[in-house]
């Protein structure tokens, strides 16, 4: 008896995603609630996951197919593995003839090339780094490309490739690669921003002295009595409330012909995950502690990470904050994420000759940007909600007592 597997339901609005990667080969015994494949949305990857136990049966549509809402995908056979494979998908190509070369066998031990992401697989050929050498930190222990890198970094001079590569020729090559869907989403929303936005950006610097020593003075008890790590961005999330707060445009957004103000404040937070930039969205930023912004947004890291954010992890966002300094970036000129109307770009700390009270001294500094939307934010109100984060980084009281 056959199950169908179906497309499942992707959030509001989303009709379809593309086949990302198949996790379970025709033939191979599925747990319960077991990944099968994963689907890239136009915002995050969502694995399928096996209703019951079995065997996994046709795979009717291939990697990097699009497919929609409740389209079938695949099915699930009775048994527990040891049967022969099914037929393959009419999509599949034909099995090769008894005469052709076999496939090199994976020794045991070694990772499966198939439950390794275009992307990883890519990696491991450009260093030579054997998978089966490689601890995945991924869900369910599988392999990034980070978890590649980090290897290659640690690989001794001179280590021997990885069985099966092949070394560089050394004539000058090019690669083709299908763009994700999130990357093609995330390239069509950034250009849209550009085209409807009127787009400007203000510049500000802050003296980073007084969050450095709160944080220095703190971050161990805080860590002792909250269990997490007092980081910077809870800081700038708390100065940024205040400016929405007071400066309620830089929190609003265009609808139509209307603007819509918010009398909340959901940060955006831009973080790095494998496939790209996603922003995940701390709600209610206005009523957390500091303590729940830095559980949020270590929370929001891992599920990052391990490629486990949902739409419902992405939904809404008034504002956003992206932090180009743990990069190593000095300045830049962010992108409004719409249909939010201003981002906070944050960049990196590092010593500079500053003057305070007719003296030169060294201070740590940061430059900080607001890029906005000029049609519902005057230049006046831009530059007035990044001075009032500004004063309360340099002045963390403020934080405190609502200045």
Known sequence: MSTEIKVPTLGESVTEATIGQWLKQPGEAVAADEPICSLETDKVAIDVMAPHAGVMGQQLAAEGDTVTVDALIATIEEGSGAAAAPAAAPKAAAPAPAAA?????????????????????????????????????????????????????????????????????????????????????????????????????????????????????????????HGIKLGFMSYFAKASVLALKDIPAVNAKIDGDEIVYHDYVDISIAVSAPNGLVVPVVKDCDKLSFAGIEKAIADYGKKAKEGTLTMADMAGGTFTISNGGVFGGLMSTPIINPPQSAVLGLHRIEDRPVVRNGQIVIRPMMYIALSYDHRIIDGREAVTALKTIKEAIEDPTRLLIDL
């Open 101 to 225: 070369a076999p496939a090199p066998a994976a020794s045991e031990g070694t990772t499966d090339a198939a439950v390794l992401s275009p992307a990883v697989r890519r990696a491991v050929l450009e260093h030579g780094i054997d998978p089966a050498t490689i601890k995945g930190t991924g869900k369910d222990g599988r392999i990034t490309k980070d978890d590649v890198l980090e290897a290659a970094k640690n690989k001794p001079a001179g280590a021997p490739a990885a069985a099966g590569t092949v070394p560089a020729a050394p004539a000058r090559q090019e690669e083709r690669v299908k763009m994700t869907r999130l990357r093609q989403t995330i390239a069509k929303r950034l250009k849209s921003a550009q085209n409807d936005a009127a787009l400007l950006t203000t510049f500000n610097d802050v003296d980073m002295t007084a969050v450095m020593e709160s944080r220095n003075k703190y971050k161990d008890v805080f860590a002792k009595k």
